[in-house]
């Protein structure tokens, strides 16, 4: 286990195929999520703000 008192950091990335276009991107909302996939209202709880 790493001391947590150094410093680290990391490299974080992200690929999308075929291209990304910010056009055809939709976020989900939280209310919407659960209505859909009730069955994972835990993880969406976890993962969620608002």
């Known amino acids: 286990?790493?001391?947590k008192s150094q410093e680290s950091y990391a490299l974080v990335s992200c690929v999308v195929a075929?291209?990304?276009?910010?056009?055809d991107?939709?976020?989900g909302k939280k209310e919407g999520l659960l209505k859909q996939y009730p069955?994972?209202?835990?993880?969406?709880?976890?993962l969620t703000r608002e």
């Open 39 to 46: 069955q994972h209202e835990k993880i969406i709880q976890e």
């Open 1 to 3: 286990m790493q001391d």
């Open 25 to 27: 991107f939709e976020l």
């Open 18 to 23: 075929p291209g990304f276009e910010f056009s």
